[in-house]
């Protein structure tokens, strides 16, 4: 299993930035996934699911994001996505995809690198 995040970087409070998950190594149309993030020293929080080709690919978000990240899958690409939307500098911390839902994705023993989110003036 790999997953790869991309799409990082530094923006100013109220921009945007779209991150991307390529994964492979599984069956991922039919693999709920995650998009979680971590501030040094803190837990991981989770952010956003989105299930797979057999539960309509239903998505679901954290109070915190919802109504400015949405989350999208490309099975066809093996990648999921998440565009971010009127960014605060309270989003601001390392973003992961993982496999699994809200419920079970931190058990995962497959993580990606990461990708790094910057909110700052």
């Known amino acids: 299993v790999q997953l790869v995040e991309s799409g990082g970087g530094l923006v100013q409070p109220g921009g945007s930035l779209r991150l991307s998950c390529a994964a492979s190594?599984?069956?991922?149309?039919?693999?709920?996934m995650s998009w979680a993030r971590q501030v040094p020293g803190q837990g991981l929080e989770w952010v956003s699911g989105?299930?797979?080709?057999?539960?309509?690919?239903?998505?679901y978000y954290a109070d915190t994001v919802k109504g400015r990240f949405t989350i999208s899958r490309d099975n066809a690409k093996n990648t999921v996505y998440l565009q971010m939307n009127s960014l605060k500098p309270e989003d601001t911390a390392v973003y992961y995809c993982?496999?699994?839902?809200?419920?079970?994705?931190?058990?995962?023993?497959?993580w990606g690198q990461g990708t790094q989110v910057t909110v700052s003036e």
């Open positions: 993982a496999i699994g839902t809200k419920d079970n994705y931190y058990r995962s023993n497959d």
């Open positions: 190594g599984f069956t991922f149309s039919s693999s709920p």
């Open positions: 989105i299930h797979g080709v057999y539960s309509s690919g239903a998505t």
